[in-house]
């Protein structure tokens, strides 16, 4: 009996010890917050993701690593030809309670009107995000949650705009986009210009916003077609452009008011002006959509294909040399620039005055 005892309790006292050198190896404290936060999973992201106690392919990891240093900022190194930041394919899931407070909270180096510079060293790059929008803050929030940490693990000095289209006449992606262009070019003499969706959410920090020596067509794997192209010239959804690429070919078309074709015609735009399209593999242009009803005032456009068969003649005529709006508000808030911009419509553009 007494020797059973003893037994028993030399196995507890191995047990234990295991258990600890277990702990000890794999970091205690790491282990502990993630089990939590496997517990928690429907909780606030802010809860789950402290810093770089997060768990694994959480696109904020590592990301409260990144100290200021000390000295000035003209002193600052320049950041290495590829970050040390970049990881790989993320987690992309939708928290229900997410606030843009929590975003803004996740994302302390961000400044006024949605502009970052990596803290720790001078980026090589300069990008902004153009991001065409109406009604859609639901979808704009998430996009954000993901796009910051997204960029700064890119160690891009980047600026985000929101190009949000005034009244209720219908939708001009396109327009909105050229806009976008010319007034985000106020600000900065950005190098690299990306125009994107509002429901199309990166998976892959690999996938780099910066511009090829083409325009680039960036979200050539979206889950919505089964993770490949829908077709060889597709250019919907995210793309980007030097201001060189974009001016050579007079920008995007003015007059597709309404749902398809404009992406069309810019993929032809590009071929017309001589140029090719660059893409990124299809193992890292991932993109997930947010699911969403057909938007009210961005019905199909029915002219969408007769306008394509005339592009060839019309580029030069309807594009960044012949739009006209009208700037209503410019804001900088927390974490995006936004542009509120009266297009005007089909019929013409008439400024109010
Ligand atoms: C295409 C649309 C694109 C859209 C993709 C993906 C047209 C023009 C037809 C000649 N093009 O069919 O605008 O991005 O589908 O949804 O409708």
Redesign the pocket.
Known sequence: MLLSKGRYLMLFVCVQMVVMALMYREGYRKRVVYFLGVFRKGGTPAAVAQGNLTRPGDVYANLSLIVKPSMREEDLPFCPEKSPLISGPFRVTFPPMLTMAEVEQKNPFVRAGGRYKPPDCESTHRTAIIIPHRNREHHLKYLLYFLHPFLQRQQLNYGIYIIHQAGNYTFNRAKLLNVGFKEAMKDEDWGCMFYHDVDLIPEDDRNLYTCDKYPKHASIAMDK?GYKL??KT????VSALTPEQYMKMNGFPNNYWG??????DIAIRVALSGMLISRPSVQVGRYKMIKHEHDKGNE??PK??NM?AKTRRTWKQDGMNTMEYEVLSKEFRPLYTNITVDIGSEKGFHPKT
């Open positions: 077609f829908p077709y597709y250019f919907g959804g749902w398809g074709g404009e992406d069309d199909e456009n969408r294909f394509l």
